[in-house]
């Protein structure tokens, strides 16, 4: 395999330490100012001096950090829903439009009337776009299926996906995302705990169940319901919790132990606490709520200062959140949630790979990590929410391959 020396940056970003990081430990990182990255057969060598290497990257003027964790994606999925995004800008609500077999059904109709290959590309061009825009670790899930074969189906296209891509790719299960025609709430959950569940871990097609938990479609018994089975084969149990109202979703999950809650747009102060004194990751998800134009956010400020471990993801799906930049996130959260571009950091890398489960040995740029590293274009990561629509990122290092590099870098690369 190839050694690559990252040389000469400005700043490298390293997140020394082990384990999520919490309120102030989000913030006050070191950062290793003119230094230089080695990454060797895949992994992280050291942060210092330069060191002769198969491949170099002159990084003058530039930042280095570990490569985004996008910790919540809907991929796979095939095709676009901008006629509903315009129908909502013109008024109508995402609830009336789920209830008249929009949203999540259409997208359960493209996806069925889409050949597995069609599926493959359609995602892999978005892999390709996130990989520019320094993603190296990604969640897929499934949830357009709606019935037993078509979400095993999903999973499937997921796991060629991974194979595909030069990512990292964490799967989660999330077939309680839409109740089914014909069924009822408890019967579709009954059957994926008793049909799905087991297959899929049987078969090692996801590592997590996911839950959406929403006066239109799931509650927190079918969540309970769930975690007793996903506990029971292993499964990690996560949550969509409070995006459009308060179901005390948020709560639920950090007492029940679930390994993420996602969203929280209406969790109330006092579920912060829940989640604070808890291990469960709040992933919030600013590009649904700049897509939505909802006003209600989450207390993204409480949830960082009580001590609750935050990470941001996309929400990458056609529906709530066409958003695949992973720098645009860390924009909106630093502009609507009212993070600081650091925290925001910590929270797209450390602490999103604590959401997808892999936190050791992802999200750091720690000596025997896996070598995955970002360049960006600026001499602080303080610029990154400053120009929101530039796509900061150079060249990305991905597994240990220089995997991307941009047309205008070309010139910094040499071997
Ligand atoms: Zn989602």
């Not at 950090?254 to 004194?277: I, K, M, P, Q, Y």
């Not at 919030?284 to 897509?291: C, E, H, K, N």
């Amino acid at each position: 395999m190839t050694s690559i020396v990252v040389r000469d940056a400005s700043a490298i970003i390293p997140f020394a330490g082990s384990g999520p990081l919490r309120a102030a430990e989000m913030s006050s990182t070191e950062i290793v100012e003119h230094s230089s990255l080695l990454i060797a057969d895949g992994r992280v060598a050291g942060i210092g001096a330069p060191e002769v290497a198969d491949v170099e990257f002159d990084a003058t003027g530039c930042t280095v950090i570990p490569g985004f964790v996008d910790p919540h994606t809907h991929l796979p999925f095939v095709g676009w829903r901008g006629d509903e995004d315009a129908a909502r800008l013109a008024g109508r609500h995402y609830r009336d439009l789920h209830r008249e077999e929009g949203g999540i059904y259409r997208s359960a109709r493209l996806l069925g009337d889409a050949q597995d290959d069609e599926v493959l590309a359609f995602s892999a061009t978005l892999a390709a776009g996130m990989l520019a825009a320094g993603t190296t670790t990604f969640e897929t899930k499934s949830g357009y299926g709606l019935s037993i074969a078509s979400e095993l189906r999903q999973l499937r296209i997921a796991a060629r996906l991974t194979a595909l891509v030069p990512q990292t790719v964490v799967s989660t299960c999330l077939a309680a995302h839409a109740v089914p025609k014909g069924k009822s709430e408890g019967e579709w959950i009954g059957e994926v705990a008793q049909e799905l569940l087991p297959v899929t871990a049987a078969e090692g097609l996801a590592s997590a169940c996911d839950i959406y938990v929403e006066s239109i479609a799931f509650a927190l018994d079918h969540a309970a319901r769930l975690s007793e089975t996903a506990r029971s084969l292993g499964l990690r149990m996560r949550m969509h919790a409070d995006q459009l109202e308060d179901s005390q979703a948020g709560a639920f999950a950090a007492r029940w132990g679930f390994a993420t809650a996602d969203h929280l747009n209406h969790t109330s102060l006092e579920a912060v606490e829940d989640l604070a004194a808890a291990d469960t990751v709040a992933v919030l998800l600013p590009g649904a709520t700049f897509t939505l134009r909802q006003n209600k956010k989450p207390l993204a400020r409480n949830l960082i200062e009580s001590e609750a471990i935050v990470a941001l993801g996309t929400d990458l799906n056609p529906g709530t959140s066409p958003i695949h930049s992973m720098p645009f996130v860390i924009a909106l959260a630093c502009r609507i949630y009212g993070l600081r571009p650091i925290e925001a950091l910590a929270a797209s890398t450390v602490n999103a790979a604590y959401a997808l489960g892999v936190g050791d040995g992802i999200g750091r740029l720690a000596p025997g990590g896996r070598g995955d590293a970002a360049i960006l274009d600026m001499k602080s990561f303080d610029e990154i929410a400053y120009r929101p629509d530039h796509n900061p990122v150079l060249a990305v290092l991905c597994g240990g391959e220089l995997a991307h590099v941009a047309p205008d870098a070309r010139h910094r690369v040499a071997s």
